[in-house]
């Protein structure tokens, strides 16, 4: 009787610690709480969290809602499936082909052209501009819906000039 004790006693003890362990090597992780479909902007309310195995993870899987919140998803994304930052992008602002306006200010002076964006881009992204006047790509930085910003952002100079000695 006392061995059966024993016996049962040390199943538990097994158990509870297989428990621990398991629950000490899972990971959160981000998920969409339903499908969503590409081109969808991402709300908190669409993502919900999930614990897996820690050991299984890979690299570049969402852990934080905050990560995600109003980012435009770049493929279908299924309900319960780890959602990788890569599967997520700022929402477009600038389309391919559209007329953008394009804006350079310096200290006392502030240019603003008409160019056409010649790649896409979200918020914050370098897209490629062509420039009506001179017909030569410059690269600028996505500040708005169909607004651009060309320009060094630390000294607002484009590289060209910022490389020239006088």
């Known amino acids: ?4 004790f024993a016996l049962v006693a040390a199943l538990m003890l097994a158990t509870s610690a297989a428990a621990e362990i398991s629950t000490s090597s899972l990971a959160r992780i981000v998920v969409p709480a339903h499908d969503i479909k590409r081109g969808d902007v ?6 919900v969290y999930q614990n897996v195995n820690a050991a299984a993870m890979i690299a570049g899987i969402a852990s934080s809602m905050d990560q995600l919140d109003g980012m435009e998803a770049r493929r279908f994304l299924h309900a319960g499936e780890a ?12 389309t391919k082909g559209s007329n953008v306006t394009m804006t350079f200010s310096a200290p006392g002076i502030a240019l603003t052209e008409t160019g ?21 790509q410059i690269s600028a930085v996505v500040t708005g819906s169909g607004q651009v910003r060309v320009g060094d952002p630390i000294t607002n100079v484009p590289a060209q000039l910022a490389s020239t000695q006088p």
């Open 83 to 94: 959602l990788r930052l890569d599967d997520v992008r700022h929402p477009i602002l600038v």
């Open 42 to 47: 991402i709300g908190d309310s669409d993502l």
């Open 116 to 136: 056409k964006a010649m790649s896409e881009g979200g918020m914050g992204e370098t897209v490629t501009v062509l420039n009506p006047v001179s017909y030569k």
């Open 1 to 4: 009787m006392i061995a059966r």
